[in-house]
């Protein structure tokens, strides 16, 4: 099937079959971040501005390289530069842009739920680069991608998400997207950090780090979001590694090949220890990899892919 929607906004509202047309899709543009010429033209002529009015690291810079591979003009937009701060509102910002012929607007914003407000008001294709507590639809393909390839498939895997829960956009596009793929999500973190309501996740909600680690064949340890968080809702840093954060010794509960995982930026020392982070079963980098190969995937779909059955010629 073909991915029929304008943007991708989030991972709650898609279809099983619509995530493994994105996650297929990823797939075969690996492929192209191989080869020593990373540059195909299918999306030349077009123009996609990313609009980012938070930090980023990861997400804005593979979205860039993505865009550029694909051959469209790329441009980064960056809040502390722009008219917002004289005032203009977010509508005006983006209609403005859009009068200047754009076609695919990449967005994050601190707000939940601004993403599908900017979606509703332009013609332009929109995809949500992570919108305040709500998802980072990206982040969950590229997840997924890398756990289907170091385990060859999703379906009745056990993944435990370990962490900051209830502040994480991250957590809350994985368990949308993997549950509807037949996997069986564990949830694990302070009682503080964990939604009062997590049980409409349908995930199981583990009471110590022994039983959300136990048996696991993939382990998501989730950064402390203290960015979004009126108050901290930890004693201390020291405290919540000695009981939160993924050791060596903690890793050994898992299955022999778990994989370990984490969507940056990592706090070295405190949810994971860099002899993880560093371990060979860390997928960490891999994930990044895999960041460039889905958000081409998104792009592709969006600017011409959509109205077709899979990746024409000229995407190869």
């Known amino acids: 099937m073909a991915y029929k929607r304008k943007d991708l906004l989030g991972m709650k509202d898609?279809?099983?079959?619509?995530?493994?047309?994105?996650?297929?899709t990823a797939?075969?543009?690996?492929?192209?971040?191989?080869?020593?010429?990373?540059?195909?033209?299918?999306?030349?002529?077009?123009?996609?501005?990313?609009?980012f009015f938070e930090p980023s690291t990861r997400t804005r810079t593979s979205f860039e390289i993505a865009g550029k591979r694909l051959s469209a003009d790329t441009i980064n937009f960056t809040s502390s530069s722009s008219s917002t701060t004289k005032g203009e509102t977010l509508i005006d910002t983006v209609k403005n842009m859009e009068s200047m012929h754009s076609d695919i607007f990449?967005?994050?914003?601190?707000?939940?739920?601004?993403?599908?407000?900017?979606?509703?008001?332009?013609?332009?294709?929109?995809?949500?680069?992570?919108?305040?507590?709500?998802?980072?639809p990206t982040?969950?393909?590229?997840?997924?991608?890398?756990?289907?390839?170091s385990k060859g498939r999703l379906e009745g895997l056990e993944v435990a998400i370990i962490g900051d829960i209830t502040h994480s956009r991250v957590a809350?596009?994985?368990?949308w997207a993997m549950t509807k793929l037949g996997?069986?999500?564990?949830?694990?973190?302070?009682?503080?950090?964990?939604?009062?309501?997590?049980?409409?996740?349908?995930?199981?909600?583990?009471?110590?780090?022994h039983e959300a680690v136990e048996?696991?064949?993939?382990?998501?340890?989730?950064r402390i979001q203290r960015e979004r968080q009126g108050k901290l809702l930890i004693p201390s840093t020291k405290e919540y590694a000695k009981y939160f954060g993924l050791t060596k010794d903690k890793l050994t509960l898992a299955k022999p090949d778990a994989l370990v995982m984490h969507p940056g930026p990592i706090n070295r020392g405190?949810?994971?220890?860099?002899?993880?982070?560093?371990?060979?079963?860390?997928?960490?980098?891999?994930?990044?990899?895999?960041?460039?190969?889905?958000?081409?995937?998104?792009?592709?779909?969006?600017?011409?892919?959509?109205?077709?059955?899979?990746?024409d010629e000229n995407a190869s």
């Open 14 to 24: 898609l279809s099983k079959e619509e995530i493994l047309y994105l996650l297929d």
């Open 27 to 51: 797939q075969q543009f690996t492929e192209i971040n191989e080869r020593d010429v990373k540059k195909v033209p299918t999306l030349k002529g077009k123009t996609v501005i990313n609009l």
């Open 106 to 136: 990449v967005v994050r914003h601190a707000y939940s739920g601004s993403v599908k407000f900017i979606a509703e008001h332009t013609d332009a294709k929109v995809i949500n680069a992570g919108d305040g507590l709500n998802e980072h």
């Open 139 to 149: 982040q969950a393909l590229l997840d997924m991608l890398t756990i289907r390839q």
């Open 172 to 175: 809350r596009s994985d368990v």
């Open 183 to 209: 996997v069986n999500v564990r949830l694990f973190g302070p009682t503080t950090m964990i939604p009062k309501h997590s049980e409409v996740f349908g995930c199981r909600v583990c009471k110590s780090m």
């Open 215 to 222: 048996g696991a064949d993939v382990i998501i340890m989730l």
């Open 270 to 311: 405190v949810e994971l220890m860099s002899n993880v982070a560093d371990g060979d079963q860390s997928g960490v980098l891999r994930q990044v990899s895999n960041g460039v190969a889905v958000r081409m995937a998104a792009l592709y779909i969006l600017g011409i892919g959509n109205n077709k059955g899979g990746m």
